[in-house]
């Protein structure tokens, strides 16, 4: 017979469980919630890293490209509204796309023209954090960019 508690009138033969009380789990459950409560926390914070440092290494393949375009082939500033417009209308859901965070990400390949340096140092840091630093203060950018190359360095010996 199901002793489960359930909330409303199975519909569909389909009904709403109702947790039970914690006097009711069987021991050890707590240790096993605690435990998987802490692998989620962990985990969230590692998947977001993640999740910038793709996002930091992917705007840097754009303004990259955009970048080689421009001193190759002369492209203007047109050439980046254009596929601001382009790009939103193909990812409507996506921010970051407009023409001024182009020309950032344009501006951060150009500063960092070393994806290693990038991948290893630059993407621990939020967009907008990286953005501030061009913004409010160039000397931060050239100190930022020795230290990146120095390290890089002294990790390559």
């Known amino acids: 017979m199901n002793t489960r508690k359930s909330m409303g009138k199975p519909k569909n033969g389909v009904l709403l469980p109702v947790a039970p009380n914690l006097s009711e789990v069987p021991s050890g459950y707590i240790d096993m919630r605690n435990a998987i409560i802490d692998k989620i926390q962990k985990n969230r914070l590692r998947f977001a890293i993640q999740v910038n440092s793709g996002m930091i290494e992917l705007y840097w393949e754009i303004g990259n490209e955009i970048l080689n375009r421009q001193k190759n082939e002369g492209w203007g500033a047109k050439v980046i509204d ?15 796309l407009s023409p001024r965070n182009l020309k950032y990400m344009r501006k951060f390949a150009e500063h960092w023209s070393d994806i290693t340096i990038v991948q290893q140092v630059v993407a621990q840091l939020p967009w907008q954090y990286i953005i501030s630093l061009y913004l409010t203060f160039p000397i931060v950018n050239a100190l930022l960019s020795q230290f990146s190359l120095t390290h890089y360095q002294l990790r390559l010996k």
């Not at 382009?86 to 990812?91: I, W």
């Open 82 to 96: 254009r596929l601001s417009k382009d790009l939103k209308d193909a990812y409507p859901e996506l921010s970051g």
